[in-house]
């Protein structure tokens, strides 16, 4: 990556990338509460339409570019021609970043619901936003992990840190979880950034790193 990149975790599972002066955001979702997450933003990715990803009115409100997946960009159409679709394999240009489209579905996860569309986004060549999904990508040298949801438990997380190995891992998609519940994903990072040397952590809400 070309500059400074700074990630900020908002809410339950949306970052805002920042770099040379402008933004981008990854799933503004309803569990988002943050007021001010898409000021100064030029564009937003959204990796699939669940509702801790997704917050269609937020999006009406604010004027800019919107990059997701088909099933998505259904829900989306009001926005005419700000939502573009895209698919594993596309690649475009948002804001000054560099954005690959990896992936297709979102992690199994109830026997009476076909998993629904789901890409991730892997920016700049380093930084993996992979949704709600375990998707490996060789060039991702930073993971923003699922930390907890219904369909994953701790051995699939660590195996997924495992089969990976970024260098950098910062989970995201926590918001489900009372205090006992994140001091319990909080011991099993620190465990894994232990053995494996990696900086591996929780990002909290407003809490922003340089890469």
Known sequence: MSGTTRITKFGHACVRLEKDGRAIAIDPGALTPEPDVLDGVEAVLVTHEHFDHLDPERLRAAPVDVYTCAGTARRLGALGGRVHTVRGGDQFTAAGFEVAVVGDKHHFSHPDAPPVDNVGFLVDGAVLHPGDALTEVADAST???????????????????????????????????????????????????ARSGADIRRLRPGQSVDL
């Open 143 to 193: 993971l923003l992990v699922p930390g907890q949801a219904p369909w994953l438990t701790v051995p699939a997380l660590v195996d997924y840190l495992r089969r990976t190995r970024p260098r950098r891992a910062y989970a995201v998609h926590d918001g489900l979880l009372n205090d006992w519940g994140l001091k319990v994903l909080d011991d099993v990072l620190a465990m894994e950034a």
